[in-house]
């Protein structure tokens, strides 16, 4: 696996591949690798002969009440990973090449509308500084794909109208949801949880789930059953943010029978900021 920091020394090796008719996948991460980020870099095996990794723990998209200083940074360990799923090429930027103005004075990317809700509430301004960040990784990588996981959807979704909005030429592919075997969604996040609250995580899946069999059976009343799930999360020892059902293709209120629903939810359990999703069918 090749390891490079600057974007000249990436664009490079990029131009060697592109003259041999190869196909560039990107997976975009910010390290402190689980399975879950593994199954994305195979995943984007699947869609390109040749996959790039990267790690920046990107500071715009950290809040002042977030955990940037406390990120797991885990460089070493994340490389030996990478190396066994063979990634092709390791890009580890610092924040003058991704911000070379500072990040004061970096160019900001914004998408309306789509941000307004849900974690665009409770991380106000979390949003830009991702949509920013990918932009520029988007124009230095310049791939054919790029691969993001299912667990954030809002912001899968963000990037993917970034990607049609500003008609840039390469696919956004979604991998799925890796879980715990209690169900419990893989998160560089989990490792903040106690044993205590780690045996309560798994609760916020099967209220999930809970609700996707209301809809199943014919429940139509989505404030009341998102209501009814932040109750009981906040009896099971959450500090709920959000429970939404809206619809999967666009985050708009369901509207229509026969539709693709993501249910989604956001909570505090400790030091932990934990969020999930599923998608049903009614």
């Not at 991460?29 to 990107?58: K, P, W, Y």
């Not at 990588?141 to 500003?166: N, Y």
């Not at 059976?217 to 009814?228: D, F, H, I, P, W």
């Not at 429970?243 to 509207?255: K, M, S, T």
Request: net charge negative; aromatic share 6%; charged share 25%.
């Amino acid at each position: 696996m090749l390891e490079v920091s600057t974007s000249e020394a990436l664009r490079e090796q990029l131009v060697d591949w592109r003259h041999s008719s190869e196909h560039i996948a990107l997976v975009p991460t910010m390290g402190n690798l689980h399975d879950g980020h593994l199954s994305l870099v195979s995943l984007a095996r699947e869609h390109a002969e040749r996959v790039v990794v990267s790690i920046f723990v990107n500071p715009t998209q950290f809040g002042e009440t977030d955990d940037f200083d406390q990120y797991p940074r885990t460089l070493e360990r994340d490389k030996r990973r990478l190396k066994r799923v063979k990634a092709d090429l390791l890009f580890v930027p610092d924040v003058e090449t991704m911000y070379p103005f500072g990040i004061d004075n970096a160019t900001s990317v914004t998408v309306p509308v789509i941000t307004a809700e849900f974690c665009g509430v409770f991380r106000p301004g979390h949003f830009d500084g991702v949509t920013s960040v990918v932009s520029r990784l988007f124009n230095i990588v310049q791939p054919d794909v790029a691969i993001f996981g299912q667990k954030d959807f809002q912001q899968q979704l963000v990037i993917r109208r970034l990607v049609d909005d500003l008609r840039l030429p390469l696919q956004i592919v979604s991998g799925a949801t890796q879980r715990e075997a209690d169900g419990l969604a893989l998160s560089s996040r989990n490792q903040y949880l106690s044993d205590e609250e780690r045996a309560v995580a798994p609760t916020l899946y099967s209220v999930l789930q809970g609700i996707g069999n209301e809809l199943q059976a014919g429940k139509r009343n989505y404030t009341e059953l998102e209501q009814q799930a932040m109750d009981v999360l906040s009896d099971a020892g959450f500090d709920p943010e959000y429970v939404g059902i809206r619809r999967a293709e666009n985050l708009q209120l369901p509207d229509r029978d026969n539709d693709e629903i993501v249910i989604l939810a956001a909570v505090r359990l400790g030091a932990a900021r934990l969020i999930d999703n599923i998608i049903v069918t009614i």
